[in-house]
C-alpha cells in the first residue's frame, strides 16, 4: 500500500517515482532561488522547512513531526513519545568540526523525524552545515551507494565508518548545481516503501 498523498496515488511504485520527480524539482527550485539564506542551519525547524518544500505538493505531513513509530530491518527509530526530546538535543549538539557534524548527523538519522523523505532532507541540511562551518559539502557522486547504506545502518553503533566514508568525498565545490543535486539521488535512498515497518499510535 502506498502512503496517503495528495496525488490519489495508490500503487506505491507509482508514488516513489512521482515523489522522486517532484523533490528533485522542488530541490532545484530551492537551489535556483538561493532560498538558503530563510533556513536555520543545523537546527530541526531548517530541516522542517527543508522536508515541507520539497515533499508539500505530495504529503499533508510534509514538514510535521510522525506520528507513528518506524522501523527498518531490526532496528527502531527513535520512538515518538521521545521525538521532542531528541530533537532539542539535536539541536544544541555542536557543529564546529567535521567529527560534530556528522555526530550530529547520525543522531538526526536515528531520529528520522518525518513519516518519509528523511534522507533527501538530512542531506542537503547535512551539506548546509558543512558549508557554513567547513565552506565544504559532500560530492555524494565519489559516495559508494552500498557502502553508505551499510555505514548509516551502523552508524547508531559505530560512527566511525561513515565519518571516514563521507570525509573522503568532501569537496570545497560549495556552490556547485550537479554537486548539490547529487544529494537527492533516489538510489540514495535510506527510506524505502517496502523496508519500513510501522506502529500506528
Same mark, same amino acid.
Given at each position: ?125 547535512? @551539506?548546509?552545515?558543512? &558549508?557554513?562551518? +567547513? =565552506? ?7 559516495? %559508494?551507494? !552500498?557502502? /553508505? ?9 559505530? @560512527?566511525?565508518?561513515? &565519518?571516514?566514508? +563521507? =570525509? ?7 556552490? %556547485?548545481? !550537479?554537486? /548539490? ?21
Amino acid at each position: 500500500m502506498a502512503l496517503k498523498n495528495k496525488l490519489g496515488i495508490s500503487d506505491s511504485a507509482e508514488l516513489a517515482r512521482m515523489e522522486e520527480k517532484i523533490s528533485k524539482v522542488k530541490a532545484a527550485e530551492l537551489y535556483e532561488k538561493n532560498m538558503f539564506d530563510e533556513i536555520q542551519v543545523g537546527k530541526f525547524s531548517g530541516l522542517a522547512k527543508i522536508h515541507k518544500f520539497l515533499f508539500d505538493e505530495i504529503y499533508d505531513f510534509a514538514g510535521k513531526i510522525r506520528t507513528v513509530n518506524i522501523a527498518k530491518g531490526n532496528f527502531r527509530f527513535a520512538p515518538v513519545m521521545y521525538l521532542d526530546a531528541s530533537l532539542k538535543y539535536i539541536d544544541d549538539m555542536p557543529q564546529s568540526t567535521y567529527d560534530e557534524i556528522i555526530e550530529k548527523y547520525v543522531e538526526m538519522n536515528i531520529a528520522h523525524p518525518f513519516r518519509e523523505g528523511n534522507g533527501r532532507s538530512a542531506r542537503i541540511w547535512l @551539506d548546509m552545515i558543512l &558549508k557554513k562551518e +567547513l =565552506k565544504l559539502v559532500v560530492d555524494w557522486s565519489k559516495v %559508494d551507494k !552500498e557502502d /553508505y547504506l551499510l555505514a548509516m545502518e551502523r552508524s547508531p553503533i559505530k @560512527d566511525v565508518e561513515i &565519518k571516514v566514508l +563521507l =570525509k573522503k568525498s568532501l569537496t570545497d565545490k560549495i556552490n %556547485d548545481r !550537479e554537486v /548539490y543535486m547529487k544529494g537527492i539521488d533516489a538510489s540514495y535512498y535510506y527510506e524505502g516503501y517496502n523496508t519500513f515497518k510501522t506502529e500506528d499510535l
